[in-house]
Nanobody, 122 residues
């Protein structure tokens, strides 16, 4: 019914930038919060940043001042601009969205993308 597809991951040198995108598609009535999480090998999945439908944002302390989350509600897409990347930012990044589908209205459900890998290495 609802799919989230991430793109934009890859290999980047420390200090460089990368921009992730996540597009939601399917039978969507509305999307509440959208966000990005990441999981490094052997670690638990952690919140990176979230953004509400109204544009309010929240960031993990480790990325504040370096990462910027934004969204295009008309395109059901959320972005993560990552600047000044560090080796410790390397992880699989997952998109998350709280979605009301046309079949689940008025109830919302959490959906996840398949993940996109970010590697930070010289």
């Amino acid at each position: 019914q609802v799919q989230l597809v991430e793109s934009g991951g890859g290999l980047v040198q420390p200090g460089r930038s990368l921009r992730l995108s996540c597009a939601a598609s399917g039978s969507i009535f509305a999307i509440y919060a959208m966000g990005w999480y990441r999981q490094a090998p052997g670690e638990e999945r952690e919140l990176v940043a979230t953004i509400t439908s109204g544009g309010s944002t929240k960031y993990a302390d480790s990325v504040k001042g370096r990462f910027t989350i934004s969204r295009d509600n008309a395109k059901n897409t959320v972005y993560l601009q990552m600047n000044s990347l560090k080796p410790e930012d390397a992880a699989d990044y997952y998109c998350n969205a709280d979605v009301i589908s046309r079949s689940s209205y008025p109830r919302s459900y959490d959906y996840w993308g398949q993940g996109t890998r970010v590697t930070v290495s010289s």
